[in-house]
């Protein structure tokens, strides 16, 4: 069995509670947020204190310790903050009721259910409490618990993960934050913000205001998400930036509203959410496909290409991707009857979208911050990723084209999909405009050599001919310079960026 260093074992148990330390700088700033919203007679609440970061920048903002509140399930911590002559309460927040605050601030757990031991316990308790949004991850719960803590025209403020943007299973989460509360702030903090606590998560924080909960004043939310300016912050390289961001949108909180399953972004310009908005085509409207094989074990089913030799009997398996845009020859190689293997095992070997085995088409990574897609010959199967296929050889090369281009991949990464996982239904949802014949007929030539030369030249540099691409597809959309500017380098600088 293999030794698990110290360091391993530290960053399981911290991923095994979702709790990172906030760095003192990041919870300072966050105290600056709220400070302007606090009276003598404001309480405030911490509602997963951990170790006491928020409470310390708030004390020394000068506010005093016996307006604040703090909780936490580790009765250890709950005895130091005595000291600090704070209300300290060792409860559970979640499960457990308390008195309306004016304001809330913090950094709850970020855990998913699948990974949270506490979730699946509790799971009934909070599908009674939490149901209505989804039970996907903790961080998601505390905001709605403080959220229902508030008192009319409260004030929120956490550091959470910014996987709630755009997933589709936060949309019911989201559509909660846009009926209950006005953005009054959300900024993408900088990525490697938690990597002193051995974690590589990206967030943003979020400053909230409680809308009234009145039905005269429901009656009003459109009207005043029209009036209403979000402050929109992108990505910070560091904390030096919180106090003179280099990059700031004022938007109307209606333009979330208009966005598919009420997606939200952050540093997009206005063209390309109206793009987005209203598009004349998506992606998915030309194409057909999605996911293929999945063995249940990989180990059993596939084989290397030097271990079938050549074998009729096995034909390539193009899995997950390899982030190698236009073309790659395949390492892994299953059984050509698949069919066998699926009767013989069907609980695990899974067939789907069989009407597609052995077409040629575009096959996708599938993982990973940066997103391509490759063209795969004809006489192969494939696994889980999205793959796409087409009526005929012209729309294969174009879509190929078109899906390796700089603007897919800042659509796909910065406003469609916000996470390392790519899926078919994520890239259907493209804004799609149709080309004219001469840029379809010379993206199409630009692409089939990109293609052949790759098939005999594994190294083959293309890098000007996928220039030439983008600039047809920049021109198409039209484009302009200082957005395509913001799109060149954020692709360039992708994992800072995103």
């Keep these: 069995m293999p030794r698990i260093s110290k360091q391993s074992r530290k960053f399981s148990l911290k991923r095994q509670k979702g ?49 604040i509140t703090a909780h936490d399930i580790d009765v250890e911590k709950i005895q130091k903050l005595h000291l600090m002559g704070v209300h300290a309460k060792c409860t559970d927040t979640l499960l457990n009721d308390y008195p309306l605050k004016d304001i809330i601030l913090g950094n709850p757990p970020y855990k998913s259910r699948r990974e949270s031991y506490y979730m699946k316990k509790h ?76 974690a590589d998560v990206r967030t943003a924080i979020i400053l909230l205001e409680k809308k009234h909960t009145s ?56 063209s390309i959410i109206r793009l987005i908005q209203n598009p004349p085509a998506r992606f998915g409207d ?38 190698t845009p236009y073309f790659y020859k395949t390492p892994f190689f299953i059984e050509k009857d698949y069919q066998k293997n699926a009767k013989n095992d069907p609980k695990n070997f899974l067939v789907r979208n069989e009407q597609f085995y052995f077409r040629e088409g575009i096959t996708c990574s599938s993982v990973g911050r940066k997103f391509s897609a490759a063209y795969m010959p004809p006489g192969n199967l494939f ?3 999205a793959n796409f296929f087409f009526d005929n050889d012209e729309d294969i090369f174009y879509s190929l084209g078109f899906l390796n281009s700089k603007l897919v991949q800042y659509l796909t990464r910065k406003v469609i999909h916000r996470s390392n996982i790519i899926a078919t239904s994520f890239l259907k949802e493209i804004p799609f405009i149709y080309p004219s014949m001469d840029q379809k007929t010379e993206i199409v030539t630009i692409v089939k050599e990109i293609v052949l030369y790759l098939m005999k030249h594994q190294n083959y540099d293309f890098s000007s001919k996928a220039e030439k691409v983008d600039e047809i597809i ?18 360039s600088n992708i994992m800072d960026f995103s």
Excluded at 161 to 175: G, K, V
Excluded at 253 to 265: A, G, H, S, T, V
């Design 383 to 385: 696994g889980v990723n």
């Design 286 to 323: 030309i194409t057909k496909g999605g996911t293929g094989i999945s063995t249940g074990n990989d180990g059993k089913y596939l084989r290397l290409a030097e271990e079938v030799q050549n074998d009729s009997a096995w034909v390539g398996f193009y899995k997950s991707g390899q982030r």
């Design 123 to 198: 799971r009934k308790e909070l599908e009674k409490k939490y149901g209505f949004i989804g039970l996907y991850n903790l961080y998601s719960l505390f905001v709605v618990n403080a959220i229902q803590h508030l008192k009319n025209r409260g004030i929120l403020c956490f550091i959470i993960q910014d996987t709630f943007f755009t997933n589709r299973y936060y949309y019911r989460f989201r559509e909660f934050l846009l009926n209950s509360c006005k953005i009054v702030e959300i900024k993408l903090a900088p990525w490697r913000l938690f990597h002193r606590s051995d």
């Design 474 to 491: 920049f021109d198409l959309y039209k484009i302009s310079d200082k957005i395509k500017d913001e799109i060149l380098d954020f692709c």
């Design 215 to 270: 039905s005269f004043w429901e009656s009003k939310q459109l009207i005043e998400d029209r009036k209403h300016q979000m402050r929109l912050i992108d990505r910070l390289s560091n904390e030096k930036e919180y106090k003179n961001p280099p990059k700031i949108q004022l938007v109307p909180q209606i333009e979330y509203r208009k966005m598919p399953d009420l997606k939200f972004f952050v540093g997009v310009p206005k």
């Design 19 to 67: 709790v990172y330390k906030t760095p003192y700088a990041t919870a300072c700033h966050m105290a600056e947020l709220v400070h302007p919203f606090i009276t003598e007679k404001s309480k405030i609440l911490d509602p997963s204190v951990g170790d006491a970061v928020f409470i310390q920048a708030l004390i020394d903002r000068g506010v005093n310790p016996s307006q």
